[in-house]
């Protein structure tokens, strides 16, 4: 390929990028018209509050973020964005609300392992759990700059199977996407009979599934210059990550 020949497919790769940009934007799942998820969407009812806490990074990867499609997904559920939340006035407003009884979902020495014990709390309050929408680095940096997020009792559970996101690649084995996270969540919660859901949660890995289909699609698709091709790495020729066998994924 001559120096023409390259710049003539960066200027078509630059068109066609513009050309995204100022694709319509669906306003549920905020990911463009051409490829919105909301027919795969199934509004879920639960007794519990869900906020996801966005990363700002997290929030600009419309095509493979799921944090968003969680948000859709749960009616009683809310997008709150930011780094450190000490002193996020909403994120207070709820953890000093009286009426509610907050938890962090996130792992560590002294978190309440769902899975494995009865969850217990006071019913009569409103049960508000603060789910990390981030990569697992950055989330552990939300959680060691927000006091107030480590103020809170935390709260975890035991995935029963590798995450199914696979156009991702996890640090671990046991890690999960955000929407994967909160579909095993409730699971627990509903076979300890504080959620109803008759196994309609179910729906968040098929909305998983769909975006992963949806993205390889596209990879192969050769008309999309903005796709890398055959980027997709099959998860049993992956290697394993080096860095965390030294290194805490999590704070403490």
């Known amino acids: 390929m001559n120096k023409e020949q390259y710049l003539a497919k960066k200027k078509a790769q630059q068109v066609e990028f513009d050309n995204i940009q100022r694709r319509e934007t669906c306003l549920n799942c905020r990911r463009t018209s051409n490829s919105c998820l909301c027919d795969d969407i199934v509004e879920i009812n639960t007794n519990t509050m869900f906020v996801l806490l966005m990363h700002p990074m997290e929030a600009k ?6 944090g968003r499609l969680t948000k859709a997904s749960l009616k009683n559920s809310k997008v709150i964005m930011g780094i450190d939340f000490s002193d996020d006035p909403e ?15 996130y792992p560590g020495k002294t978190a309440i392992n ?30 060691k700059l927000s006091n107030n997020l480590l103020d809170l009792p935390r709260v975890c559970f035991t995935p029963t199977e590798r995450s199914k996101f696979d156009i991702k690649q996890q ?4 890690c999960l996407s955000t929407i994967e996270s909160v579909h095993y969540f409730l699971s627990a919660l509903e076979e300890q009979g504080v959620e109803s859901l008759n196994k309609v949660h179910d729906s968040l890995l098929k909305t998983l599934e769909s975006l992963v289909q949806y993205q390889l699609e596209c990879e192969n698709d050769p008309n999309r210059q903005t796709y ?8 049993e020729k992956r290697k394993k990550s080096v860095k965390w066998k030294t290194r805490s994924l999590f704070v403490d």
Do not use: H, Y
């Open 171 to 174: 640090p671990m084995e046991f």
């Open 114 to 143: 769902i899975s494995e014990e009865k969850f217990t709390f006071d019913k009569s309050k409103r049960l508000v759990i603060f789910v990390i929408d981030a990569t697992w680095p950055c989330a552990k940096k939300m959680m």
């Open 61 to 66: 990867k419309e095509k493979v973020g799921t």
């Open 228 to 235: 890398r091709r055959n980027s997709f790495t099959p998860f």
């Open 91 to 105: 994120v207070n407003e709820l953890i000093n609300d009286p009426e509610n009884i907050c938890f962090a979902m």
